[in-house]
């Protein structure tokens, strides 16, 4: 059983690492979601060529893998004079695929907001910002926290990608300390399992979330 | 020009790649679904826990495993097989999920019904549920495939000679370094696209067949 | 607030429509329709469904912006043929309450915070101060008690009253009321009617669209019959229910009193 026997050993560098994982999407969700609801906000905009606009840039974001959006932060950007460290690209690509993906679910959120609601605060005499800011964003946020709990779960396995612009990350340090060991085996089941830890419990939290909405609304 | 030809390279790939790991999960899924759903409590168990693992830790990860992690085990897989059966057993537990959304959507009613009929367990599922379960689950299987196709491109990683591979290549040895990337960006969003539009129409035609 | 035995002529406007039209495409919902509202005055619009009732109310604080026409509200008049500022348009609203038939109210907030919302927003008062309106007009409408609940923890009846007192929280000098008890069983519509007749007995220019034709007759001053986007004919609701003009008021009378 000589798997098992090393994880003591491997367990502070891998946790360091995970430590970092949490932070990139942590700091990717801070920055990714209110850039998803700027996003969902204005992809309802009465004028038609900010709504085109919109939508062909949430759709190219999305349809682009995050690994692609790294290479672009981290190898692409300095031929144009910008080098980011591989922190501030993993945060910045991972921002952006959040905010195409979370405008998405915001903007179904926002649409399950009867327009009643909005009619009736148009009658009340307040105005748009006031009535997107008072009754729709709060009411469109509560619908959408199951699948933004869904998507944070896929924007921390994402933080894995960062291994490729040498982000001491999670799966980086597992991978480093298998160079070392030649343990490879060891340190990655040890490294998948921390992975796990996290996401398994996570997407129980969603279905719980799930069911208090129901009772709520 | 040239770049974008380079690039291109890895289409067929990234093509295959995502089309056998989603061969091995519509195949595979099968069992999972059916353990979850099995009156056997350790089945069942076992089934949830395999699903769980599976969707709980990341593609790259689980290529990591495969292709580094066994091959200091066992004879060393190429890195195109370790991304086929990685990416491959990756979807088995997502297609179990989808398989059991079609199987829930199937109405309660035609299992009674076609066990008042005389049928067994067995051919209720092989003749009437089977199909029905695999008619509901295309609109998600096939948004599944167009998240598979660009989560296919972690294969780069371990080597596999698909569009992001080429597109790294040209962009260490040109003197563009940002150019390769964009078409790259270009050719998934040219390919995922297309099929997110086919899905939207083909969910809104099965969705009016199935409406009751 | 107007004495209420002067004679009704000499009342002021509180609501003028000059020839409003609306279509939906090549659908027809508004025939160039005029209307005037006096100060203090209850005035009823029934018809049958379709006929434009809802479309022609929503017109009166630009809900459903018409194609054609002027709408004058307490002083403000806004020509739905030109373009007009949101200024404007708030203006006008400021004096317009309106009650639906769903409530509509918001059901993230509890029933004080659903009151004193607009307040707060729209008239700029502190939350100290909407919230004590607020408690005001929920106990005038015998419903203080629920004020630290949410919508969805009250019967149809009550979130129902609750959006009346919401609406009056905002000191409108009109209000209009879509259908407002369409949607609740006709003993929980009791004790909605029973807010707007106390209210109507307060001097507050109310116009209600309604299938309710005891309401009708007994409430209001002045009765209108609409149909197919047009007035078929107003004038006192006795007079009218006792004998319409119009054939098609006849109809439509009759079968909705021989239910
Ligand atoms: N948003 C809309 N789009 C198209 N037609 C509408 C819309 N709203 C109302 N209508 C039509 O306008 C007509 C009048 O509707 P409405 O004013 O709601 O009638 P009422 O309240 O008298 O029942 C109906 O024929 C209705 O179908
Ligand atoms: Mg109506």
């Not at chain 2, 096939?142 to 962009?171: C, H």
């Not at chain 2, 260490?172 to 078409?183: M, V």
């Not at chain 3, 259908?179 to 001097?203: C, I, N, R, W």
Request: charged fraction near 15%; proline fraction near 5%; aromatic fraction near 6%.
């Amino acid at each position: 059983m000589n798997i098992f026997t090393d994880w003591p050993s491997y367990l502070p560098e891998l946790l360091a690492g995970l430590g970092v994982s949490v932070q990139v999407a942590l700091l990717s969700l801070a920055i990714g979601i209110p850039g998803g609801l700027l996003l969902a906000i204005g992809a309802g905009s009465k004028n038609k060529l900010v709504r085109v606009l919109i939508i062909g840039v949430v759709e190219i974001g999305r349809g682009t893998p995050a690994l692609v959006v790294l290479q672009i932060f981290y190898f692409g950007l300095p031929a144009s004079g910008l080098t980011l460290t591989s922190m501030a690209a993993s945060v910045v690509a991972l921002a952006a695929t959040t905010a195409a993906y979370t405008s998405e679910i915001l903007r179904g959120g926002l649409q399950a907001v009867p327009q009643g609601e909005t009619e009736a605060a148009g009658a009340l005499g307040m105005n748009r910002k006031d009535t997107l800011r008072f009754i729709v964003i709060p009411q469109g946020f509560r619908v959408a926290i199951p699948s933004l709990i869904g998507f944070a779960i896929l924007i921390f396995q994402a933080t894995s990608l960062a291994y490729t612009v040498a982000l001491p990350e999670l799966l980086s340090q597992a991978y480093s300390i298998g160079s070392t060991t030649f343990n490879y085996l060891s340190v990655l089941l040890l490294a998948g399992l921390m992975y796990a830890a996290i996401t398994i419990p996570a997407s129980w939290l969603t279905g719980r979330a799930e069911k208090r909405l129901a009772q709520h609304l | 020009m040239d770049i974008f030809l380079t690039v291109l390279q890895g289409v067929p790939m990234t093509i295959g790649l995502t089309v056998s790991a989603l061969a091995i999960g519509a195949v595979g899924g099968i069992p999972l679904a059916l353990g979850r759903r099995s009156q056997i409590p350790a089945l069942r168990f076992l089934a949830v826990s395999l699903i769980e693992i599976l969707r709980g830790i990341p593609p790259i990860v689980w290529l990591f495993i495969i292709y580094f992690g066994l091959g200091t085990a066992l004879p060393q897989l190429d890195p195109l097989t370790s991304a086929i059966v990685g990416l491959g057993v990756i979807s088995c537990a997502y297609m179990a999920e989808i398989y059991r959304g079609g199987l829930s959507a199937v109405a309660q009613g035609q299992w009674e019904a076609s066990e008042a009929l005389g049928m067994g367990r067995q051919s209720v599922l092989t003749f009437i549920i089977g199909p029905q379960v695999f008619r509901v689950s295309v609109p998600a299987a096939a948004s599944y495939a167009i998240g598979l196709i660009k989560d296919s491109s972690v294969a780069y990683t371990i080597g596999v000679t698909e569009i992001v591979y080429f597109a790294n290549d040209q962009s260490r040895q040109s003197s563009d370094a940002l150019g390769p990337f964009f078409i790259a960006a270009l050719v998934y969003v040219i390919m995922t696209i297309p099929c997110a539009w086919a899905t939207r129409a083909l969910d809104a035609r099965l969705r009016m067949r199935v409406a009751r | 607030m107007p004495p209420m035995q002067e004679k009704p002529l000499t009342k002021p406007l509180a609501i003028r429509l000059d020839s409003i039209a609306k279509n939906y495409g090549e659908h027809t919902v508004l025939k160039n329709v005029s209307l005037t509202v006096r100060e203090g005055e209850v005035t009823a619009l029934i018809g049958p469904s379709g006929a434009g009732k809802s479309t022609l109310l929503r017109c009166i604080n630009l809900l459903e912006r018409p194609d054609t026409g002027c709408i004058t509200v307490e002083g403000s008049r806004i020509d739905a043929g030109t373009n007009f500022t949101t200024k404007d348009l708030a203006a006008l609203r400021r004096n317009v309450g309106m009650v639906f038939q769903s409530f509509n109210l918001f059901p993230h907030l509890n029933v004080l915070r659903n009151v004193s919302i607009a307040q707060e927003r729209v008239l700029g008062r502190t939350r100290k101060e909407a919230d004590v309106r607020s408690l005001q007009l929920l106990e005038r409408v015998g419903l203080a008690d629920k004020a630290k609940q949410y919508p969805s923890r009250c019967s149809g009846g009550q979130q129902q009253r609750i959006a009346i007192a919401r609406a009056l929280a905002l000191d409108p000098r009109v209000m209009l009321f879509d259908e407002p008890t369409s949607a609740l069983d006709p003993e929980v519509g009791l004790e909605v009617l029973a807010v707007m007749k106390e209210l109507a007995a307060e001097g507050m220019t109310m116009v209600v669209v309604t299938h309710e034709m005891q309401f009708a007759r007994d409430v209001s001053d002045h009765l209108v019959v609409m149909a197919n986007g047009a007035i078929l004919e107003e004038g006192h609701p006795e007079d009218i229910f006792t004998d319409p003009v119009q054939p098609r008021t006849r109809e439509f009378l009759r079968a909705v009193l021989e239910r």
